[in-house]
């Protein structure tokens, strides 16, 4: 687990509480350690947050809409524990801009990427609206993000799907999609 660098004081403005959100971040293009850990620095620097924990670094398979690619560049990936008071919708949006910060064109669905940050839960929020699908739609079939997880919260629940401890063990027998990048 890496600690990001001290936040300044918390914002004095009255608003929403804090709530911890977690974020998955990848990337298989470039030079990808240091994007994930800028990244990290980058969200921690928002405005309405609190804290960020980031868990260690973890080299995985790209996965296509196929399956797994192991002829596609590898990903590193990662997730951050996010304390914010940040509306949901803001947050992803400003992942979003970070995303664009580090050069992320959108051109295909699961292709190569500099950075990919996906919102995967929001306190115990749980949202089926289009532009905001939390928890994210396919977080528990996939190791990497809650072996990650599981590392920075031995306690963490994906909401409406279970304990992650639990849904790691499942993938790890075959009981479910077992993506790995």
Avoid: C, K
């Avoid at 929403?16 to 977690?22: G, K, L, P």
């Avoid at 949006?93 to 929001?122: M, N, P, Q, S, V």
């Amino acid at each position: 687990m890496v600690r990001m660098p001290p936040i300044p004081a918390r914002d004095p403005r009255p608003g929403r509480d804090a709530v911890t959100a977690v974020v998955a971040l990848g990337a298989n293009l470039g030079e990808r350690s240091r994007t994930i850990r800028n990244a990290a620095e980058r969200i921690a620097r928002l405005p309405l947050v609190d804290d960020v924990r980031l868990s260690d670094l973890h080299e995985t398979v790209a996965v296509r809409l196929d399956g797994p690619d192991p002829e596609a560049p590898g990903y590193v990936n990662a997730v951050a524990l996010v304390t914010t008071r940040l509306a949901p919708q803001v947050l992803l949006g400003l992942l979003h801009a970070i995303e664009e910060e580090h050069g992320r064109e959108r051109r295909e669905r699961w292709g190569d990427r500099t950075l990919d940050l996906d919102l995967i839960a929001y306190g115990d929020l749980r949202s089926d609206d289009p532009h905001l699908l939390i928890p994210h739609p396919r977080a528990a079939e996939r190791l990497f993000v809650l072996e990650p997880w599981l590392e920075l919260d031995a306690e963490a629940v994906v909401p409406g799907r279970g304990r992650v401890a639990q849904l790691v063990d499942d993938l790890r027998r075959g009981e479910g999609s077992a993506e790995d990048g």
